[in-house]
């Protein structure tokens, strides 16, 4: 493994607060994606960023933000107004657009709020 | 719209038997579709895509335009195919090609 790290694993926050979760690829992708996975829903798709300083919303982006300052980076804030924010994060690159690449995807961080 | 169904939530089937794992899209143009899989403490990764139309782990996966469908399958069931699959959709290049979009996941188990 490697190529695709997030951190941390686990991560615990109280209500209100806004967390960071960090994901950072040495895969020289361009490409990197936000996914949250849900039992029974499969992943959805938070954000995603074709190139650097450019970033667009996927299907539910209402309480989320990201950055796209390096290439090898793209975090994912979970803000205080999103609803519900406990869940299992996935981090994915690829070195192209998405439809026509592999994605690879990184181990996940699983938040819980409360 | 793009739209993934996978209606099976759990498929269980004994060592040897063959598999299917159903998945039907919704899409107006030409898509391309993907199987990716998760092992066991492993990360998702690719299995296979349609556009290179070839069999990996002894898996297949058909795309049918009339039925809307790719379902994956393979003649004999193995113990380590025991996972979760995800089928995923794309616009490619015409459209909506920039983002996957998942199903919800078929959880196979192979039985001894």
């Known amino acids: 493994d490697g190529g695709i790290t997030q951190s941390p694993k686990y991560l615990f926050r109280k209500e209100g607060q806004n967390v960071t979760l960090s994901c950072e690829q040495n895969l020289n992708h361009d490409a990197m994606y936000w996914y949250r996975q849900d039992p029974g829903q499969g992943l959805r798709l938070i954000y995603y960023s074709q190139i650097v300083n450019d970033f667009q919303k996927g299907d539910i982006a209402e309480g989320y933000s990201v950055s796209r300052e390096k290439k090898e980076s793209f975090p994912l804030t979970v803000t205080s107004a999103q609803k519900n924010p406990t869940a299992f994060y996935l981090c994915a690159s690829s070195i192209g657009p998405a439809g026509l690449n592999e994605q690879y995807f990184g181990p996940g961080t699983r938040l819980t709020v409360t | 719209a793009q739209r993934v169904t996978q209606p099976e939530k759990l498929l269980s089937v004994f060592k040897g038997a063959p598999v299917e794992l159903k998945c039907n899209y919704s899409?107006?143009?030409?898509?391309?579709l993907f199987w990716y899989v998760q092992y066991s403490r492993q990360r998702l990764q690719l299995l296979l895509r349609h556009i290179s139309r070839e069999s990996i782990k002894g898996f297949t996966a058909d795309l049918n335009k009339g039925e809307t469908s790719f379902h994956l399958k393979k003649p004999f069931a193995q113990e380590e195919d025991s996972a979760m699959y995800y089928c995923?959709?794309?616009?490619?290049?015409?459209?909506?090609?920039?983002?996957?979009?998942f199903g919800t996941g078929t959880q196979l188990k192979v039985e001894l």
């Open positions: 995923a959709l794309s616009g490619g290049l015409t459209g909506g090609g920039n983002k996957l979009t």
């Open positions: 899409y107006s143009g030409s898509p391309e």
